[in-house]
């Protein structure tokens, strides 16, 4: 059984996942641990104690994402129509992926499975994304011939887009046409 960590332990955490997100998002992957340390304030002891190799580092920054992205999720299910959150959840889910597309394939060639590590932690994104493509068709709002496995292509083509991860407003372009032809 893991003891929960002191006051001062979960701050150094928490300090060096927001500075390990922030630097892998500008600087890339390659930045040492060492690095991310010293931008955190900590030691190199500290970063490798809560995390031991470079990938526990990025699939942690990941689940933390996922956890936020699943509460989001839920929130939007309660909060707003079942077509607006649906579209509000793809879009914000593009944004994150195009964001992250290097934490997510440097996981992936490491042989760590993110999708499933994210549900066993109770974090199942793409469940949610599910749930609400069918509570959308459900409501009329999305067409009743598109199917999970189309959302999720349509997620990917978004990504792919060329410059993404940088032109916000050339993604959220792309994000309108293709929300525009899932509408029924």
Known sequence: ????????????????????????????LAVPIHEIARR????????????PTKES???????????????????????EEPGEAF??????????????RGLAEA???AG???????????????GRLRTLLAMAQAAGTIRSD?????VKALMVGCQAHPG?????AALDRIITVVCTGLRA
């Open 1 to 28: 059984m893991a003891r929960e960590l002191r006051a001062d332990a979960r701050r150094n955490r928490a300090r060096v996942l927001a500075v390990a997100a922030e630097v892998f998002a500008a600087e890339g």
């Open 40 to 51: 955190a304030g900590v030691g190199t002891g500290t970063v490798s104690r809560h995390f």
């Open 57 to 79: 580092l990025y699939a942690a920054i990941l689940l933390e994402r996922m956890e936020r992205l699943t509460a989001e999720a839920d929130a939007l299910a309660t909060s």
């Open 87 to 100: 579209f509000r959840f793809f879009a914000t889910l593009v944004h994150e992926g195009a964001a992250n």
């Open 107 to 109: 996981l992936a060639g």
């Open 112 to 126: 760590y499975d993110l999708d499933a590590a994210g549900v066993e932690a109770g974090h199942d994104v793409s």
């Open 146 to 150: 598109v199917e999970f496995a189309d």
């Open 164 to 168: 993404g991860s940088t032109d916000k």
